[in-house]
């Protein structure tokens, strides 16, 4: 992966256009997020001026710092990573989106905030699809089902978000194939809490990174959240 910004967003662009192709999909339904995290704020000016008006953070600290650098842009800042409780009002005021919550509490200290500030807030859920102890994202196990859809029970029901559907971040592979069965998991998911709740939107399916995006859009994937493959490789962390 280069790191000739603009050279790998034409290369993007293509690849999600011929996956929509394959998936007999039109490339307007997908928003391509630049992922930002690590990447300085004049890089980021780069893929603005090339087209990109979704960007993502995963951590309020460093956005905190970035996106005043780049308010003349008035992009579209979208937060990625677990909220910390104590974080609510500073992701409200920063950002677009929500696509990282992950569980009631967090929803409601989001809505609380809104609620000041007089805003809605539009928000994703975050599904652990793999089930990994080492991610964030609601249970999605049939045992623990019971108390996860009590939760986005309660979330839906907040007058201040806007939930739009979910969200999530496939184990990590070796090849893009298997990631598929998690996108299309959490394709399914979507589609039960549409059953259970049809006033909610559920329009969004947040789900394809660098490595595995094209395989993400053929499973319907409605945002694509790249880093790599238009940054080029992050300094190890
Ligand atoms: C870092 C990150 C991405 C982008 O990852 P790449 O592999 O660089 O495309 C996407 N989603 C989340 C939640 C991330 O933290």
Request: net charge neutral; with cysteine; proline share 6%.
């Amino acid at each position: 992966m280069s790191n000739d910004i603009v050279t790998n967003l034409e290369h993007v662009r293509q690849r999600i256009a011929a996956a929509c192709r394959r998936a007999n999909r039109s490339p307007e339904e997908i928003t391509l997020v630049a992922v930002t995290k690590t990447v300085a704020p004049e890089r980021i000016r780069i893929a603005w001026e090339a087209g990109v008006r979704d960007f993502g953070e995963n951590r309020v600290q460093e956005a905190a710092e970035k996106i005043p650098l780049l308010h003349d842009l008035a992009p579209r800042w979208h937060m990625i990573g677990h909220v910390q409780s104590n974080k609510a009002k500073p992701v409200v005021d920063l950002f677009a989106m929500v696509q990282s919550v992950d569980s009631a509490e967090i929803a409601e200290r989001l809505n609380r905030r809104a609620l000041v500030v007089g805003r809605t807030l539009p928000i994703l859920l975050e599904m652990n699809v793999g089930q990994e102890a080492s991610k964030f994202g609601f249970d999605v196990s049939p045992a623990e089902w019971d108390h996860t859809s009590a939760a986005i029970g309660s979330i839906v029901a907040l007058p201040c978000l806007s939930v739009q559907g979910l969200m999530t971040v496939a184990p990590i592979a070796t090849s893009p194939e298997q990631a598929r069965p998690y996108f299309r998991k959490l394709r399914l998911l979507r589609d039960r809490l549409r059953s259970l709740w049809p006033q909610v939107s559920w329009v969004h399916l947040s789900m394809g990174m660098s490595d595995d995006f094209e395989v993400a859009i053929e499973e319907g994937a409605t945002i694509v959240r790249l880093g790599r493959a238009i940054f080029g490789p992050r300094p190890v962390e």
